[in-house]
């Protein structure tokens, strides 16, 4: 542990059960209906064909853990919908939907949530927890939620042996690969994790963080961000929640200039989601001009972009980062006409490939679907088990050689070209 000292899970657990429900299923104005009861613990199941193997660009899988004290190790029935407190990132959904590799993001609230979303400032008020959370220096809170992360993957090899394990390299990951395990890597969500200091993505490099995206929820010192909260449905009825006063769309600053050119440098890849058009333009030119060709991905998105305040990808965004060797990773979402429809989710992201592929190709296609981000998630792409749906959907539209760059291997070029470990 390190900086602000450990948190007791109990406390933490009992804060952000009442967080959860104050701040978002309450204030969303949704109620929690019974999912598919939790599958009992499956012992050693065949992985899926390596073929079609995925790699998933954007998970948070230590989220729910970290903040409800839910178990990865442990089955659960995601539901569709928006249930924020249900698990749909576990061990058995990822060996179920073939997933050989996910990148897992560290996700420490930002300090303008407190003030914003004020049942948290509240809860901050009277829970030590809450306060340390709210208070703690945030690089000090990002080693916190690091370390948990090997945690978490460390009790689930206690509990169900040894089928996964965490790399902190591109070795550690061709190893764990081959020996037909689950391979976690760490991302980080949100330039606000490093405390203002750009001499802490070298630490975060040793630690084996692959990817850093940049801009997030709310403005940091890298720049401005799109306003996905306050043009989210849930959050629209949230009494005195998400308000824009909070929020400024600006490009990236000067810092955040400094940032890009260190990430590019070090080899962490570098991420623009979250940000606006002009935000993401410019870290493709920076990109462009570095003297380290480096790829630029957009790891979770919808798309065609689904007008979230400039959030998702336009045609010109797939061009240019298809031109830096990039890949855009879709997530598990569907567009909102079709929503209702049992395959509303499939139908999506055929759609999201025809799109990537339009205008940027079929090497920018990847996956990244932000499960266990507090997504709203379709019947059919609930879990990390909808991959295998999806998996054979596209086949039915797209050649072998097609589907396999798109579940992982354009995915696992990005990480060979971007990542420098
Ligand atoms: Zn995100």
Redesign the pocket.
């Known amino acids: 542990m390190h900086g602000g000292g450990p948190t007791p899970p109990a406390t933490r657990r009992g804060f952000l059960k009442a967080t959860a429900l104050a701040a978002m299923s309450a204030a969303a104005g949704v109620t929690e209906t019974p999912g598919n009861s939790p599958a009992t613990a499956v012992a050693e199941r065949p992985m899926a064909d390596a073929r079609f193997g995925v790699v998933d660009l954007?998970t948070h899988a230590t989220l729910k853990p970290y903040l409800f004290g839910a178990k990865f190790w442990r089955a659960h029935g995601a539901p569709a919908g928006f249930f924020p407190l249900k698990m749909c990132v576990d061990l058995d959904a990822l060996m179920d939907g073939g997933v050989k590799t996910f990148v897992c993001a560290t996700y420490v609230v930002e300090r303008q949530m407190f003030t914003d979303v004020w049942p948290l400032g509240l809860l901050a008020s009277v829970s030590p927890t809450a306060a340390h959370l709210a208070t703690a220096p945030m690089d000090a809170l990002t080693r916190e939620y690091l370390d948990f992360a090997e945690k978490m993957i460390e009790e689930a090899r206690q509990r169900r042996g040894d089928i996964i394990e965490v790399a902190h390299s591109r070795a550690d990951m061709r190893r764990i690969n081959a020996a037909g395990k689950i391979c976690m890597l760490h991302a980080v969500?949100g330039a606000h994790h490093l405390n203002g200091d750009i001499g802490m993505v070298d630490e975060l490099f040793k630690r084996g963080v692959c990817c850093m995206?940049v801009p997030?929820l709310y403005p940091n010192k890298a720049g401005g961000c799109a306003d996905i909260m306050g043009m989210d449905m849930r959050t629209r009825f949230a009494p005195g929640c998400f308000n824009a006063k909070f929020q400024d769309a600006a490009g990236l600053s000067d810092w955040g200039h400094q940032l890009v050119e260190k990430l590019l440098d070090v080899g962490i890849i570098i991420d623009p989601?979250?940000g606006t058009r002009e935000y993401r333009k410019r870290v493709i030119e920076i990109a462009r001009n570095h003297p380290k060709r480096r790829p630029v991905i957009m790891s979770?998105v919808c798309a065609p972009a689904a007008s979230r305040a400039g959030h998702d990808p336009l045609p010109e965004d797939v061009r240019e980062i298809a031109d830096t060797g990039g890949v855009v990773g879709l997530m598990m979402f569907f567009r909102p006409e079709l929503a209702g429809r049992d395959n509303a989710g499939v139908e999506s992201a055929l759609d999201a490939v025809d799109f990537l592929v339009q205008h940027g190709g079929e090497d920018v296609v990847a996956m990244g679907s932000?499960l266990d981000?507090f997504t709203t998630v379709p019947k059919d792409l609930r879990s990390p088990r909808g991959y295998r749906t999806l998996r054979e959907a596209m086949l039915r539209k797209y050649t072998g050689d097609q589907v396999e760059k798109f579940l992982h291997g354009n995915a696992e070029r990005v990480l060979r070209e971007g990542w420098g470990k």
Do not use: K, P
Request: charged letters at 20%; zero cysteines; aromatic letters at 0%.
């Open positions: 954007h969500e995206v997030h989601t979250h979770h932000d981000g």
